[in-house]
């Protein structure tokens, strides 16, 4: 099952006690479904669930009963209002007419705070969608009308959500990219399991970061100290291959055993290993002294 998926029937499970906030949703749902008319409307998805909710508040709030068809496929559930005189009336209990222009959101059906919460859940049960927080951050909601788009970013702002619009093959997209305002989104809509799980994922996702972050970091340090003992390691060898290491200064013959038994250690590392410890300069001086050495041989 998606995330998407996830989300979605978690907010179909959602029991409003007012009757006001059910209008809401059912309103969100109608508003932002497939066909919006005082001629007709039509509610689709590939979510039983959400259809089935639907029907079941279009009965209880509307008294209006409906036939869920499902498409040859079995993935589309479908429920087509024809009757005129039904979506006139529906049109009606939302508080549009149908002398209006171009459809946009009537705030007047909200009677308190959750009943835009409980909207904006059934938008999102009609037109949302949310990627897995396992592979990148992006909820969006794809609206057919400008002015709706408008109104539905003008009630994301009373929320302080501030998304972002583009356009997509005729619709116009509202979207949030980044994962505290989608973690925002879910909670005001409800689905705060899904909000949790995303915050999860996210923690998670943050601690492997981290911790790649600093392997890789360890890993270039050890490339680095590497590629700088090289030569220092093949100078001594040379030494040690063509007069031996007893040719060497008490000071440089330490130097150059300690290098040669600790190839993988940095300069300051390579300080700590003499009794008494010497500088990271010092270190540094004795092992050009050894290149240097190794070069005149």
Do not use: W
């Amino acid at each position: 099952m998606t995330f998407s998926s996830q989300v979605k029937n978690e907010l179909v499970k959602i029991e409003y006690d007012k009757r006001c906030c059910k209008k809401s949703l059912l309103y969100g749902m109608a508003l932002f479904s497939k066909c919006f008319s005082s001629r007709r409307m039509t509610f689709q998805s590939e979510n039983e669930n959400i259809i089935m909710l639907c029907k079941r508040l279009l009965k209880e709030l509307c008294n209006v009963d409906t036939t869920v068809t499902v498409s040859p496929s079995g993935r589309i559930f479908t429920i087509d209002i024809k009757s005129k005189k039904t979506a006139a009336m529906l049109f009606n209990y939302f508080a549009h007419s149908e002398h209006e222009t171009s459809l946009k959101i009537n705030f007047s059906n909200f009677d308190c705070q959750q009943c835009q919460n409980a909207f904006l859940a059934g938008v999102f049960l009609s037109c949302g969608t949310v990627s897995s927080p396992n592979k990148d951050y992006h909820l969006e909601f794809s609206v057919a009308f400008l002015n709706l788009t408008k109104s539905l970013i003008t009630l994301f702002a009373e929320s302080d959500l501030t998304p972002k619009l583009v356009q997509r093959k005729g619709y116009h997209i509202i979207y949030f990219k980044d994962s505290e305002s989608i973690e925002d989104c879910l909670y005001i809509m409800g689905a705060s399991a899904s909000m949790f799980d995303m915050m999860n994922v996210k923690i998670v996702k943050e601690i492997r970061n981290a911790a790649n972050r600093k392997a890789n970091c360890e890993t270039a340090n050890i490339e680095k100290t590497v590629k700088a003992a090289s030569p220092q390691i093949a100078a001594i060898m040379k030494i040690q291959k063509t007069k031996g290491l007893d040719y060497l200064s008490e000071p440089l013959r330490e130097m150059a055993e300690i290098r040669l038994e600790n190839p993988d250690l940095s300069l300051s590392e390579l300080a700590e290993q003499f009794n008494p410890p010497i500088s990271r300069s010092g270190a540094n001086h004795r092992l050009q002294r050894l290149i240097k050495i190794a070069d005149e041989l």
